[in-house]
C-alpha cells in the first residue's frame, strides 16, 4: 500500500477535465451523444480481420506474452528457493511481485491512453524481453525486486493489451466477436506455459534454458507488435463500416485465414474467379460506380468511394448552392479559372475511385486529432496521395483559387495523375481558404508529415518539388525560399524545385530552389513582366530558372489543353528531372 498509492493519487489521479469529461447536457457533451452512435458502429466485422495481417500478427504477440509470463508467474516460488534464497525473502518478492502486479495494471492502462498504443506496446514487450534476462542474474540480491517489477508489467500485458489492441486496431463494431477469438489464444498460452517450463526444468535440471527460450520468445512479441502497429495503420475504420487494406500481403493472409476458418460461422472462404486485384487489395465487397460528365457535382461530394473526404474533391466552398449543377459546366464554379476540360474533371475523379475500389489509401490527415482541437480551422486539411513507384521522388501540387477555395479538381489532380503515371509519388494538398499565411503553414505542416511517413509511403525525401499555380505557387514560393520550419513545420531541407504558374509572388532568397515558370501572355489578374522579372532576378543569382510565357493563354489555364500552353508539364517535369538526386529509381 506505502507504494500503491502514493502512485495512483500522484501519477493516475486526473481531473475530469483531462480526461475528456464534461458536465452532463453540456454543449461538448451533446455533440459527444450525437456522434456516439456513429462511432460504434466504426471497425471491421470478425471476417475482415481475420484478413489484415495486424490481426494475425496480434494474435501471434498476445500468445507470446501469455506463453512468456504465464509459467514465470507459477514457478517464481520454485526459481528462486532452487537457487539458494530463503523461504522469508521469496515470500517477500512475491508479495511485493502480486502489489506491482495489482498497481500496474492501473499504470499500464493510464500509459496506453497517455503514450499510444505503440509505445504502450513495446513497453510490455520490452518486460517481456527484461524479466527473463533478469532472472538470469537473479542469485544477486537486487535483481529479483526489478525481476519481479518486469514479470508484474509482462503479466498485466497479457489482459490489458489484448483488449486495448482489438478496439484500437478493429474499431468497435465487432468487438465481443474479435476479441473472443483473441482470448482463446491467450488463454491457450496460459494453459500451456506453467507445464511447459516445468518440463524443461525437469529435464535440464534448472531453469536457465526456459529463460532463454523467453528471451527469444519476447523478441518475438516485439516484433510481432510493432508489426501488428504499423499493419493496421493502413486500415480506414468508417462511421459506414467502409473498410479498405492497402499492402502486398494481404494475397497470403487470405489464404491462411480461410485455412484457419475451420469454425463454421467465422468467415466465407475466397470464391474462385473474382478480380485478382479486388481479392489481393479489398476487404469491402462493394465496388464503387463511375461518375459521368451528366452527373451533378453533390453526387461526387457524397459518392461513398470519398466518404469523409468528397468535399474536398469538388470544391465544396462554392458547390452550397449548385448541389444540381452538373460535372460538364462547372466552371460556373471557378471564378478564377479557365479552361476546365469536362474529360479531364470526369477521368480524374473515376480514377480516384479506382485506386479506392483497388484498397488504396488516398486520403490522409496532416494534424493530429489534439490540432484539430486547438484549431478547428485544421479539420478542412488533408493530403491526396497518387502512388507512383516505390521510393521515386515526390511532389507536392497546391492548386490556387485566391485562398477563396482550392480548385484541385482542376490544378491539382490532373497533375498529381500525370506525374503518378510517369512513376513519382505525387500530393494534392487540401489546405485552409482565408489567407497565404494558414495555407502556407498546412503545406509546411504536409511536408512534414510526409517526411515523417516516407517509409510508410515509400517516397524518396531527395531533391522532392512543389508545384503550385496562383495562389498555390505563393505557398510553393514560401516554402522553397524559406523551408518548412518558417511556416511552423519541422526543420527540413527546401524543395529540389519549385513549379510555378501564373501568381504575382515577387519574393525571393538567394538560396532559392530552381524554379520553373509559366504564365499565359492574356493573363488577366497576373502581370506576365511580374513573374518573368522574378525569374530574371534569380537567375542573375546564379539560380537554374526557366520562364515560359504562352500566347493567347489567360490566368487559370491548368494543363492548357488544347491551347498554346499545353505540354508544359512536360517541359516542367523534364525541369525537375535535372534537379533530382534520387537514385536506383525507374521513373
Aim: glycine share 10%; net charge negative; charged share 20%.
Amino acid at each position: 500500500m506505502f507504494v500503491l498509492v502514493p502512485v495512483i493519487w500522484f501519477i493516475v489521479k486526473d481531473k475530469p477535465e483531462d480526461i475528456g469529461l464534461e458536465p452532463y447536457r453540456s454543449s461538448k457533451n451533446q455533440e459527444k451523444d450525437a456522434q456516439s452512435s456513429n462511432n460504434l458502429n466504426a471497425g471491421l466485422t470478425r471476417e475482415q480481420a481475420f484478413r489484415t495481417p495486424s490481426f494475425w500478427l496480434l494474435i501471434a504477440a498476445v500468445t507470446g506474452i501469455a506463453l512468456s509470463q504465464a509459467g514465470p508467474h507459477v514457478h517464481t516460488v520454485a526459481f528462486l528457493s532452487d537457487i539458494g534464497y530463503s523461504t522469508a525473502f521469496v515470500s517477500i518478492i512475491t508479495s511485493a511481485y502480486m502489489l506491482l502486479l495489482t498497481g500496474s495494471k492501473v499504470i499500464i492502462g493510464l500509459l496506453f491512453d497517455r503514450l499510444g498504443s505503440l509505445k504502450g506496446s513495446m513497453l510490455i514487450g520490452g518486460s517481456c524481453v527484461l524479466f527473463p534476462i533478469l532472472a538470469l542474474f537473479a542469485s544477486f540480491p537486487v535483481v529479483p525486486w526489478f525481476y519481479a517489477l518486469f514479470l508484474s508489467l509482462a503479466s498485466s500485458g497479457s489482459t490489458i493489451l489484448g483488449t486495448v489492441l482489438t478496439i484500437n486496431y478493429f474499431g468497435r463494431k465487432d468487438f465481443p466477436r474479435i476479441y473472443s477469438i483473441v482470448s482463446v489464444f491467450i488463454y491457450i498460452g496460459v494453459a500451456v506455459s506453467s507445464p511447459v517450463l516445468g518440463v524443461i526444468h525437469d529435464v535440464t535440471g534448472g531453469y536457465s534454458f526456459a529463460w532463454l527460450l523467453i528471451i527469444g520468445m519476447g523478441i518475438a512479441v516485439c516484433i510481432s507488435l510493432l508489426g501488428a502497429y504499423r499493419m493496421s495503420k493502413k486500415v480506414i475504420l468508417t462511421d459506414k463500416g467502409t473498410v479498405f487494406y492497402d499492402d502486398s500481403l494481404i494475397d497470403a493472409q487470405n489464404k491462411f485465414a480461410n485455412m484457419l476458418m475451420f469454425w463454421g460461422r467465422l468467415g466465407k472462404k475466397t470464391e474462385e474467379g473474382k478480380d485478382k486485384t479486388m481479392k489481393r487489395n479489398r476487404i469491402s465487397n462493394e465496388m464503387h460506380a463511375h461518375v459521368k460528365a451528366s452527373d451533378p457535382v453533390s453526387q461526387v461530394i457524397n459518392h461513398p468511394a470519398f466518404q469523409g473526404f468528397g468535399q474536398y474533391v469538388l470544391h465544396a466552398e462554392n458547390v452550397i448552392n449548385d448541389g444540381n449543377l452538373p460535372l460538364n459546366n462547372i466552371n460556373s464554379l471557378s471564378p478564377f479559372h479557365k479552361n476546365l476540360n469536362t474529360d479531364t474533371t470526369v477521368n480524374s475523379i473515376n480514377y480516384m475511385i479506382d485506386k479506392v475500389n483497388e484498397g488504396k489509401t488516398i486520403f490522409y490527415d496532416i494534424y493530429s486529432d489534439e490540432q484539430k482541437q486547438e484549431d478547428s480551422g485544421k479539420k478542412y486539411t488533408g493530403l491526396f496521395y497518387f502512388r507512383g513507384e516505390p521510393d521515386a521522388p515526390f511532389a507536392v501540387v497546391c492548386a490556387g483559387g485566391a485562398f477563396k477555395y482550392v480548385c484541385s479538381i482542376h490544378e491539382g489532380f490532373p497533375y498529381a495523375i500525370e506525374l503518378s503515371q510517369k512513376g513519382y509519388n505525387a500530393f494534392v494538398l487540401q489546405y485552409r481558404v482565408g489567407g497565404e499565411q494558414i495555407a502556407s503553414e498546412d503545406l509546411a505542416a504536409a511536408i512534414s508529415f510526409i517526411f515523417k511517413h516516407a517509409q510508410e509511403l515509400e517516397v524518396c525525401t531527395k531533391d522532392y518539388s512543389i508545384w503550385g499555380s496562383s495562389a498555390g505557387a505563393r505557398m510553393a514560393a514560401n516554402i522553397g525560399s524559406y523551408g518548412p520550419v518558417a511556416y511552423k513545420g519541422d526543420d527540413l531541407p527546401r524543395p529540389g524545385t519549385i513549379v510555378m504558374a501564373y501568381t504575382g509572388h515577387t519574393d525571393y532568397t538567394k538560396n532559392d530552389p530552381p524554379t520553373f515558370v509559366v504564365i499565359g501572355e492574356e493573363d488577366e489578374i497576373v502581370n506576365p513582366k511580374t513573374m518573368e522579372h522574378r525569374v530574371n532576378t534569380l537567375k542573375n543569382l546564379g539560380i537554374d530558372t526557366e520562364f515560359h510565357l504562352y500566347k493567347n493563354v489567360g490566368h487559370g489555364f491548368g494543363l492548357g489543353i488544347g491551347t498554346s500552353a499545353e505540354g508544359w508539364f512536360e517541359d516542367a517535369v523534364r525541369f525537375w528531372e535535372k534537379q533530382n538526386a534520387c537514385q536506383g529509381v525507374n521513373v
